[in-house]
């Protein structure tokens, strides 16, 4: 019983400090493999307009969801205004 949970709680280590590297390495690498594309591209200022649209487009479509269609969801759902859940009173 015990030594299984010893066990168990020594896998769970190993895969934090897995997941730990990985969430470490990933920026940088996401870095590397969008500057490798964008080094490779016949229109580098083209690429990068193309890759800031891109941004924008992830940007605006994440603040209308958690601006007004989360907020939608949770005054349909309770019934009641979100203003008072972003005051701590919901």
Do not use: Q
Not at 10 to 34: C, D, H, K, R, T
Not at 35 to 41: D, F, L
Not at 61 to 81: D, E, F, K, Q
Request: with cysteine; proline share 4%.
């Amino acid at each position: 019983g015990d030594a299984l949970v010893a066990v168990f709680n020594s896998l769970n280590a190993v895969v934090e400090a897995m997941v730990g590297w990985a969430i470490a390495f990933m920026p940088p690498g996401v870095l590397s493999l969008v500057a490798g594309r964008v080094a490779a591209a016949c229109d580098p200022v083209g690429t990068l307009s193309a890759l800031g649209k891109y941004v924008l487009a992830v940007l605006l479509g994440l603040g209308i969801h958690g601006g007004l269609v989360l907020p939608g969801m949770y005054t349909l759902a309770t019934a009641g205004w979100w203003s008072r859940f972003r005051r701590g009173r919901g």
